[in-house]
């Protein structure tokens, strides 16, 4: 994934403002325009390498049934999608990102179940 003048941006402004209270709350479910924007971004951006390694450590294969816990954005859900498994259940407590991975993934040939 490569860095737009977006993310630029939002890393200058996360890096000035890391330790706020506002911060912490939109990470774990962002709420605020701005700042849970910014840090959708730095998650979507920030997490690409873990979590395909995450995934290819638990070798999903065909037919497999994951239970993916606080999926958050669901990138690991896009690259266990890769793996074909049979049944995905996604769990994610913040109704932001709820929102987020049923819009995302309603079209998908994978069964699955967003709680």
């Known amino acids: 994934m490569k860095k737009t003048i977006l993310d630029h941006i939002a890393i200058f402004i996360f890096r000035r403002m890391q330790y706020t209270k506002i911060i912490a709350i939109n990470m774990r479910q962002p709420k605020h325009f701005i700042f849970g924007n ?8 920030g997490n690409n390498k873990i979590i395909e390694d995450s995934v290819n450590r638990l ?3 065909e037919g497999d049934v ?15 999608i890769k ?21 995302k993934f309603n079209n998908s040939k994978i069964k699955k179940e967003i709680f």
């Open 83 to 103: 793996r074909e498994p049979h049944k995905i259940f996604a769990i994610e407590i913040s109704k932001t990102f709820l929102s987020d991975l049923r819009s």
């Open 38 to 45: 910014i840090t959708k971004r730095l998650m979507a951006f």
């Open 66 to 80: 994951v239970v993916e816990v606080g999926s958050g954005n669901g990138q690991a859900i896009e690259e266990i």
């Open 59 to 61: 070798n999903v294969i």
